[in-house]
């Protein structure tokens, strides 16, 4: 059985005391819904002041990029073991939004290995552009990004992993993708993993979707037999409809 996670990638937004305020009302909030995990990634700056406000609550700290050295000269750069020191067990990794600066399959991968490597949980991202699903390019492209980003992992090392399926066209327009095309690419990865790894890791592997998720539209993509909950961008910034999106990842088919 797979426990439906959802997790919010909160960007490059808040300030610190209403990154506190949403941290608090989130603690508050999940209470209600026990079968469901749920994280939040907040700005590099606020992790360690929403790490004290989440620490021993049903709340896990994600941060949303590492850099793969333990220390050293890497100015401007955050290591694994840092993240850990200040709370976090979750990293966003290959976002299409930092993939879109030039981050490759291969450095997403040196950085899936250094968060394991440090105990965090990489939360790996691949999606498609709009144009690459036009020139029906888009299960070559999750399949690249999957392997590239999973290179080298032993089984034990993917089960401590959680891929997010985003396709690019839909993180932050509005377009979310239907829950027929989430399904299809995610039932895809799921077949790429027990093709690699066997039948048994790829059923313990969560798989959320990313792209627009609302309270409207949560409940019928989580229901999709592939779909493992959401990485969630926009909706994550009002505790509201964060956990109307949590309360709608009860209905996740594998829990
Ligand atoms: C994201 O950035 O991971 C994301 C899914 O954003 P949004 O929900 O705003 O589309």
Redesign the pocket.
């Known amino acids: 059985m797979r426990r439906p996670f959802v997790a919010g990638?909160w960007?490059m937004n808040l300030d610190r005391a209403s990154a506190a305020a949403l941290a608090k009302a989130i603690v508050e909030g999940v209470e209600a819904f026990p079968l469901v995990d749920v994280a939040i990634c907040p700005p590099f700056v606020y992790l360690s002041a929403v790490g004290e406000i989440v620490a021993g609550t049903r709340v896990g700290l994600g941060a949303q990029n590492l850099y793969p050295e333990p220390k050293g000269a890497f100015t401007g750069e955050t290591s694994p073991l840092m993240l850990k020191d200040v709370g976090c067990t979750f990293v966003i990794l290959g976002?299409s939004?930092r993939r879109a600066m030039g981050e490759s399959s291969d450095f997403v991968n040196e950085k899936v290995l250094a968060a394991l490597e440090a105990g965090l949980q990489p939360i790996v991202?691949v999606g498609e552009t709009l144009r690459q699903r036009k020139e029906n390019k888009t299960s070559a492209v999750i399949r690249r990004q999957v392997e590239g980003s999973l290179a080298g992992l032993s089984a034990e090392q993917l089960s401590r992993c959680v891929i997010a399926y985003?396709p690019v066209w839909?993180?932050?327009?509005g377009e979310n993708a239907t829950p027929e095309q989430a399904e299809e690419v995610q039932s895809e990865i799921r077949q790429l993993i027990g093709i690699r790894y066997g039948r048994e890791a790829a059923e313990s592997l969560r798989i959320q979707y990313?792209?627009?998720?609302t309270p409207a539209n949560a409940e019928s993509l989580m229901k999709m037999p592939d779909v493992d909950g959401g990485?969630?961008?926009?909706?994550s910034l009002k505790a509201d409809s964060f956990l109307a999106i949590i309360a709608a990842a009860k209905t996740c088919k594998a829990s």
């Open positions: 990638n960007k976002h939004e991202c985003e839909a993180i932050g327009t990313g792209g627009s998720v990485l969630i961008g926009g909706a």
